[in-house]
């Protein structure tokens, strides 16, 4: 691929100047000027989402064309082998006779449009099974992309038989449905994917001082007009009081509240409806510190500056995931993504394609996208997947009593070989 990924913090091309329409910066600055500074975490929100002008709303930039390329758009095997884990998943937990798969944060739909490949391909496995497609995405414009992309664009808006803005009949038969909120999507047996859309969503930043915790906060620079500049809250506030753990050691903390929301529901889904959750992002433990980064036309970009016009986004804290599962669900990983992709058999899938391709030109181009997932300095180390499963996927309920009389739980394919029966 001839477009960078958003590699880890700190890989990338030089900052670029700013240019492009200032409608989103001219907006801010009135804000700024009537109310003063606001969180990153706001600030994030509306330079990404808001409905006007923000940058998913407005420009979409997923893509070899757009600001940054991701796994999905990089290879179809990464699709393919997720579809594989959602089937190994199923049949381990019993074959349920209906799944919904649910994807946050879809972009331009290639990963579900590959996964509903996968699916068809194994029909004759799934052929009991009423599948479902549930995707929550905010984009107006991205919507239509998928739209077209899954549907060959034949949609309806607004149904009234549902919650869903939106809904079509993939290319391969199958429903699909659009929303704003998880919490729209329709309660069931699911799997839950979220690819690079964590790292997406608003975080607050704080800084350790003499004086204590701080929140970073944005405002607009007196000296320069129409220039934000970072500053720090001159006493605390109430997301200090609630994000920063007593213990925390470090002097420079990132947390995405809006993340553990969406963990809580999921676990909370999970538990109760059954189906697993697969988050794919780069991201720590719980260890690092300032992550925060635009991206714009595949370089790294100022994140104060023109914004609407470049992604912004952080690493996504991990640990932070986990402990907003709360208990609920059993959690995997992190992994490594050259870990997860090998254990789902990657090398076997890329013998098979190099094997049916023809040319030399699509032959460079498997092994290229191949390097570009697996290589530890390219995407093979930085990316993670993490999932949340129902604890009777991992221990049996009643094993203390009786630890014979069953037989062993198959292991999670990816965080463990993938053995397919
Ligand atoms: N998963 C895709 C796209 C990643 S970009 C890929 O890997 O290629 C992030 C995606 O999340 C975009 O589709 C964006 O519009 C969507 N998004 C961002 N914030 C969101 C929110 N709060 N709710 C739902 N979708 C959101």
């Known amino acids: 691929a001839a477009a960078a990924a958003r590699l880890c913090s700190g890989a990338g091309g030089e900052a670029e100047a700013a240019d492009g329409d200032g409608a989103m910066l001219r907006h801010l600055a009135r804000k700024l000027r009537a109310s003063g500074p606001v969180t990153v975490a706001e600030y994030m929100r509306e330079a990404l989402t808001n409905p006007g002008q923000g940058y998913y709303t407005r420009r979409g ?39 919904q798969l649910v994807e946050l944060g879809p972009g331009r739909g290639t990963l579900t449009d590959d996964i509903l490949r996968v699916f068809k391909q194994l029909a004759s496995v799934l052929s009991k099974c009423d599948v479902s497609v549930h995707l929550v995405e905010v984009s107006p414009k991205l919507s239509e992309i998928q739209a077209v992309m899954l549907t060959g664009g034949k949609v309806q808006p607004n149904p009234e038989d549902k919650s869903a803005y939106m809904k079509g009949v993939s290319k391969t038969g199958i429903p699909i449905f659009w ?157 490594k993504q050259r870990e997860f992709l090998k254990n789902m058999g990657i090398d076997l899938r890329l013998q098979v394609l190099l094997q049916n391709s023809g040319d030399t030109a699509t032959r460079d181009q498997l092994l290229q996208s191949y390097d570009m997932l697996m290589n530890p300095e390219k995407m093979g180390d930085c990316f993670h997947f993490f999932a949340l499963l129902p604890h009777h996927r991992l221990v049996h309920p009643d094993k203390k009593d009786k630890p014979e009389s069953k037989s062993p739980l198959p292991p999670v394919a990816g965080f463990n070989e993938l053995l397919l029966k």
Request: aromatic residues 10%; negative net charge; contains cysteine.
């Open 179 to 335: 929303y704003r909120d998880i919490q729209d999507v329709p309660p069931g047996y699911s799997f839950y994917l979220a690819h690079e859309f964590f790292d997406a969503l608003p975080i607050h930043k704080f800084q350790r001082t003499e004086k204590g915790w701080r929140e970073v906060l944005v405002d607009i620079d007196p000296e320069v007009p129409d220039q934000l500049r970072f500053v720090l809250s001159p006493s605390r506030t109430p997301a200090t009081q609630n994000f920063i753990q007593p213990e925390e050691t470090r002097d420079h903390v990132e947390v995405c509240p809006e993340a553990g929301v969406i963990v809580q529901r999921l676990a909370s889904r999970i538990e109760k409806d059954g189906g697993a959750a697969l988050v794919a992002d780069y991201g720590h433990d719980g260890t690092k510190t300032d992550t925060f980064r635009g991206f714009r036309n595949h370089k790294l970009h100022d994140v104060l500056s023109a914004p609407g016009t470049a992604d912004l986004t952080a690493d996504v804290d991990f640990s932070y995931l986990r402990k907003m599962a709360q208990g609920r669900t059993a959690t995997l990983g992190p992994i």
């Open 61 to 99: 930039g997923v893509g070899e064309s757009g600001d940054f390329i991701t796994s999905p758009e990089i290879s179809q095997v990464f699709g393919e082998l997720i579809g594989i884990w959602c089937i190994s998943e199923w049949m381990a937990m019993g074959k349920p006779n209906t799944f």
